[in-house]
């Protein structure tokens, strides 16, 4: 089955500094591939759509200059949270839709984001 | 914008008891999931529901899809412990070759009570 792979899986950071979240597909090529995130208790919401080659598209009232995409090949995007403040800690998931054919993009296993 | 609401938020049930998880959209669409999210961890796709009437069963799960009235039901027999979880509903409003960006729904909170 498809495999798509978050590093890490949990992070704990200061305020300020920056952090960088990978998101992998193992056994398929994604040139497209999504971020979402969940605070505590709610739901997901769509970040952006990442693109490779391409630059991100992000979702009205994400902060683009923030939360930085790249995706630089057919298997990896990274979601960098820069000067991160305690309220960017949250549950960050990561989706990749198959370039062949496919029904359902597939999720990571979510990198959990502390920012103390 | 696409506006997908799930009830109930919330649900206490007796082992052995049925009950149905609505989820309701706003928008045209013939692409909906359901996902099963335990505690601290990521989803796991339980249905993917493509087309008007598409009905699906996975064990005591089932799944359905009414695009005319944009719902879609999961139906929950005879429940055990181990269902307990949060279930959330998701729907792609693009389809085709466009597929997986997702809305979801609030999601509802399953305990399962013996």
């Known amino acids: 089955g498809a495999v798509v792979s978050q590093h890490p899986s949990r992070v704990i950071c200061k305020s300020g500094t920056s952090v960088k979240i990978e998101c992998r597909s193992l056994?398929?090529?994604?040139?497209?591939m999504f971020w979402y995130r969940q605070f505590p208790k709610q739901s997901l919401m769509l970040m952006a759509t990442?693109?490779?080659?391409?630059?991100?598209?992000?979702e009205q009232g994400v902060e683009k200059d923030k939360f930085l995409i790249n995706h630089a090949s057919l298997t990896l995007s990274t979601l960098t949270v820069t000067s991160a403040h305690p309220e960017d800690s949250s549950f960050y998931i990561c989706?990749?839709?198959?370039?062949?054919?496919?029904?359902?993009?597939?999720f990571g296993q979510g990198t959990r984001l502390t920012v103390v | 914008e696409l506006k997908v609401e799930q009830n109930p938020l919330f649900l206490s049930m007796q082992e052995g008891k049925n009950y149905t998880i609505y989820c309701n959209y706003s928008?045209?669409?013939?692409?909906l999931y359901w996902y099963r999210q335990d505690p601290g961890k990521s989803l796991e796709s339980l249905f993917v529901?493509?087309?008007?009437?598409a009905v699906k069963q996975e064990g005591r799960l089932m799944a359905s899809l009414d695009t005319k009235a944009r719902l879609s039901t999961l139906h929950i027999t005879a429940a055990v412990h181990d269902l307990s979880a949060t279930y959330f509903c998701?729907?792609?409003?693009?389809?085709?070759?466009?597929?997986?960006?997702?809305?979801f729904g609030q999601g509802t909170i399953l305990t399962v009570h013996p």
């Open positions: 998701a729907v792609d409003p693009f389809g085709g070759t466009s597929y997986g960006k997702l809305t």
């Open positions: 990442s693109n490779e080659g391409s630059k991100a598209t992000y």
């Open positions: 928008t045209t669409s013939d692409r």
């Open positions: 529901l493509l087309s008007n009437g």
């Open positions: 989706s990749a839709r198959a370039d062949r054919g496919g029904t359902e993009a597939f």
């Open positions: 056994d398929f090529q994604a040139t497209t």
